[in-house]
């Protein structure tokens, strides 16, 4: 168990959260003079609620401690000894299994340097650290420091204009302790990660079910079980197997976690980017043609050789490269599924960490079978044979393959404002393919690798109907009325107002909705109404999902309509671009640069900013005096929303009450 935990902490320190700012650690310096040649430099560092810095003196086998160093190619001074540290305090560490030196909230270090040359006026330290809280965040910065003067970073000057527009971004918000207790509510993440994982199972179990895959399991079993030296050994070299098959997978997600290390926001917008989310579409519909049977995807011969010879080392070596080399030649089957959970996981806000998620479970249940029938040979006998069956499985995923490829075409569409892929023109096409799944189903159109069908099964006669029942529910949108919510495709589509017929405006449900947060502000002090501040993206699926199946429930859509400003920022809108004279540079806190050029660039950094949190949806309350009114809210049930939004509204009159009072 603990090998398992160091495994995910490992993977860990690579996640940056997107719930966090840039960085949750803030360094500056300065430095008190001792002698004509002695100075020492003092690190102090502002720490977000929850997050640790750790000591250089941290234990071998735990988290990274911290080191100060000089720049590669400084000379003219040393470092004399360790840096003095204040304060810190033992906390104990589950997953290392022992008691780790931390800082929590503020740190001071101090580092004694002498010169050995004394024109020296400015010296160059790298200070490298870790910081966590459920995840890990490496800190690398570089200062430059003035020895004549008050200490500096290697900074970026920006114009007036930036600085103005700069300062323009940042609200003078009021109760903002309420920001802190729901910026990251772990129950909805914790909902988040489950189900990704489980939706990575199921494509796992599907892949399971396929011909590159199915076959595989009496092999492989059978070899473990008859070539051990006894049948406790066998069991334990098939379990084993298994285990690194789900590493692999594991694995597969490690880079993505460097992309949300360098920025959180990173992912969004790399989710949200119209030529991605093309290339997605194009990759997907490439898959489900390989599906159907007209060519087949694999990796290169030589890379599954290299590993099967690696796999005749023996032992836990042997064993992985024999795990490497199922992932190698199953791959054109499991690449199209493992191809939709990675787009449909950077679509996710929970970007990395959902991937890795989504890979686990994934590996998950394509390892399953060779444990349990590893443990349970006399198992075996009851797999069905192999057949024509596994052709009509890879061909089903084919067609659900193809209806996923529209979903990234009409993010591209959306985020481009194309106006190409409304929602009836999205509906009317997912309807036409699984009519054809459909006609499939009942052997009325047939591919390549088919098998002549004689009878139709009762099984297959349900499932066709399935289908058909399906097409069924979704046919009244593509209607101006539709008669009934399409709540189970919920985020899929298109938005409603996104459509081919006229709307009375583009705001969710026909609601008045603001898109910019100056003349929403105006218009909640012309009306004295609270705001209801929705930071969303075009390709957010479950800012959909709320708006759809929640804001239309009839009391939320009352008060949302009577007694809230809404206003919807968009922070995916990079299509749009700003005005030149609106456009600047924002400069963070860590003395990086931003350029706001679009829409979406100014509103994903005023969220940040204001808010410390990239994620979407997210829900502020606030009165037209910025002061908020409850803890923020995200994706979550009708009831939770409700009360929510009474909870706010009635703080809101309270005060109103007490200031005409008084």
Known sequence: MKQFLIILSFLSVFYSKAQTADNPILLTTEVQKISETEYDIVFKAQLFKGWYLYSQYNPEGASLPLEITMQEGETGYVLVGKAKEENPFKKYSEVWEQEEIVFKETAKITQRIQLTNKEITQIKLNFFGQVCETACINVDENFTISLTGKAITDTISIDEKSKKLSQELQLDLKNTELLTSSTSPTSQKSSGFVSIFLLGFVGGLLALLTPCVFPMIPLTVSFFTKQSSNKKKGTWNAILYGFFIVLIYILLSAPFHFLDNINPE???????????????????VFFAFSFFGFYEITLPNSWGDKMDSASSVGGFIGIFFMALTLAIVSFSCTGPILGSLLAGSLTSDGGAMQLTAGMTGFGLALALPFALFALFPNWLNSLPKSGGWLNTTKVVLGFIELAFAFKFLSNADLVGHWGILKREIFIGIWMLIFILLALYVFAKIKFPHDSPIKKL??????????????????????????????????????????SIYDQENDCPLGLDCYKDFDEGLAAAKLQNKPILL????????????????????????????????????????????????????????????????????????????NFNNASQPFYVLMSPDLEILNSPQQYTDIKSYQNWLEVGLKKFNDTKKMIIKF
């Open 534 to 609: 929705d930071f969303t993206g075009w390709a957010c699926v479950n800012c959909r999902k709320m708006e759809e199946n929640v804001w239309s429930d009839p009391a939320i859509y009352s008060l949302l309509k009577n007694e809230y400003i809404l206003i919807s920022l968009y922070v995916d809108d990079n299509e749009k671009e700003l005005p030149k004279e609106a456009q600047f540079t924002f400069l963070k806190d860590n003395g990086k640069t931003k350029e706001i050029k679009t829409v979406g660039d100014k509103w994903a950094t005023f969220q940040v900013v």
């Open 266 to 284: 990173i992912l969004n917008t790399i989710s949200t980017n119209i030529w991605l989310n093309t290339f997605f579409f194009a990759i997907l």
């Open 457 to 498: 099964s009762f099984s297959r006669i349900s499932f066709g109907i399935f289908i058909f029942a399906f097409v069924v529910y979704i046919s009244p949108g593509v209607l101006k009325n539709p008669t009934w919510n399409l709540s189970l495709l919920s985020g899929f589509p298109p938005p409603q107002f996104y």
